[in-house]
């Protein structure tokens, strides 16, 4: 299935119920990552709520992809940091994964930062795992100490840390300007 068969929208209020289930289908690929990762069944528990969901859609910081089917197979949510616009989550479920759609759902973002004013979009995601710092590599992002970015980013660094996630097996990444 081709790209072109997705379709990359602004979140409605409709699809809302759905995001909960899609992360929680998409962060199954790290089961096979824990030891990579520092991760635990636990942690991989731990989802987004229709709450937070339905705050980043009332901003307008959050987009869905569709399969040709309509059905809800990935999102991208953004929180702004620091003046800076911040990928908070990409997911895409399994089955609709490596066809473009995680990719399409970056580019759209980046997109929109540029068209709303940001000078960069951040992220804060594994070093090691192939779809993560990776793929965001080849993407144009590059790794970035959070110290270079201001407060809120080493916040986030902190908060992800009191969640249980290993801080040193992950990395902040920029995109827009050269790495710090």
């Not at 916040?155 to 790495?179: C, F, H, N, P, S």
């Amino acid at each position: 299935m081709s790209i072109d068969a997705y379709v990359i929208r602004l979140a409605e209020p409709g699809d809302i119920a759905v995001l909960p289930l899609v992360e929680k289908q998409a962060v199954c690929l790290f089961q096979q990552w824990l030891a990579e990762t520092g991760l635990t069944p636990a942690i991989l528990e731990q989802v987004s709520t229709v709450e937070e969901f339905e705050e980043a859609r009332q901003r307008g910081h959050l987009w869905i992809a569709l399969a040709p089917d309509a059905e809800v197979v990935g999102f991208a949510l953004v929180i702004i940091l620091d003046r800076l616009a911040h990928l908070d989550e990409l997911d895409v479920v399994p089955e609709h994964g490596r066809k473009g759609v995680g990719s399409k759902l970056l580019e759209i973002v980046c997109r929109w930062a540029r068209v709303a004013g940001y000078s960069k979009v951040t992220l804060s995601t594994f070093r090691h795992v192939p779809w993560n710092a990776p793929f965001y590599e080849s993407k144009g992002f590059r790794a970035v100490d959070p110290e270079h970015l201001g407060p809120q980013h080493v916040e986030l660094v902190a908060a992800e840390r009191a969640r249980g996630l290993r801080t040193d097996l992950r990395v902040i990444m920029e995109y827009g300007a050269k790495a710090g």
